[in-house]
């Protein structure tokens, strides 16, 4: 049966802080993290068509497309057999650190289970959703979480108020398992006190939450793309409250003192040469 398309967006995600406890015996690393949704965001469309799942993304098409294998994941579980279209729409970078892949796969979830008249419970849901990959759990809630485990254990903590944020990317991206392997290498690991974000989070203080930014893998990613560092110092001087890495990078995000600064440090940005370049807040 064709059926008419379904469409979302789909946000993409800055870690505010990332702490590494260690290596877990299913060989994935132990984390804290302080996630949070942010407003750049892909467009997915999913529709009912054909006999087998189709995946368009332009140069990400296909199987190895993490949608694509959360659409087979969903139709399995459901016991259905028919054909999906799914189509989507990149505006976020890929190997950036911004949940680029997961969320796409998070808002394909969604909009199957609506097609399908809600078959999963949001439990359920969120269940499948740490089968598909860390993050994608926590693309399908959004907002600002505490994550645990390898990321999808996920608590909510008190939302942060608007932040504007300018967004940089160098050309070369990092590979998260590289990262990873980068950090076993010689990487420390860190603690991070889920009371102190609490604090930060519900005192609205956008100057607080810039002191509490933290990232055990940004020592690594800058091993792999030296430029991280740089990005990072060029937000900074331009009086940004605080910068930080995003997730295993190579984006880098500055805390702006509000929207007027944001735009006025992104243009200053591009005039120096930096090509990838966005101006975003968090929602």
């Known amino acids: 049966m064709e059926g008419s398309f379904l469409t979302t967006f789909a946000n993409a995600k800055i870690n505010l802080a990332l702490a590494i406890q260690g290596i877990r015996e299913d060989g994935y690393h132990e984390l804290q993290s302080v996630m ?7 467009i997915v469309r999913v529709r009912r ?18 949608a694509y294998m959360a659409a087979v994941e969903f139709l399995e579980l459901c016991g259905q057999s028919e054909g999906i279209e799914i189509e989507i729409e990149k505006h976020i970078p890929i190997q950036a650190g911004l949940a680029g892949g997961s969320t796409d796969a998070a808002a394909t979830l969604r909009l199957l289970n609506q097609l399908y008249g809600e078959p999963l419970s949001k439990k359920e849901l969120l269940a499948l959703a740490s089968r598909c990959g860390a993050d994608v759990a926590f693309c399908l809630q959004g907002g600002t979480m505490w994550a645990t485990g390898r990321g999808e254990r996920l608590e909510q ?4 108020p608007k932040m504007n944020l300018v967004l940089i990317k160098p050309i070369d991206g990092v590979n998260t398992r590289e990262a990873y392997r980068q950090f076993d290498v010689g990487g420390q690991g860190g603690l991070l006190r889920k009371m102190d974000w609490e604090k930060a989070l519900s005192g609205n203080s956008v ?14 990613s800058i091993q792999l793309v030296p430029n991280i560092l740089e990005y990072k110092q060029s937000l900074l001087d331009s009086g940004c409250y605080g910068a930080l890495m995003s997730g295993s990078g190579s984006s880098v995000f500055g805390i702006a003192q509000g929207e007027q600064h944001a735009m ?11 090509k990838y ?3 975003t807040n968090t929602i």
């Open 277 to 279: 370049v966005w101006v």
């Open 36 to 42: 949070q949704s942010i407003v750049m965001h892909d």
């Open 157 to 160: 903590l008190p939302s942060a």
């Open 49 to 66: 068509h054909g006999e087998t799942v189709v995946c368009r993304c332009g140069a990400l098409s296909g199987p190895k497309n993490l």
């Open 264 to 274: 006025k440090v992104a243009e200053k940005l591009r005039k120096k040469g930096f």
């Open 207 to 220: 100057q607080q939450i810039a002191e509490l930014l933290y990232n055990d893998l940004e020592p690594a």
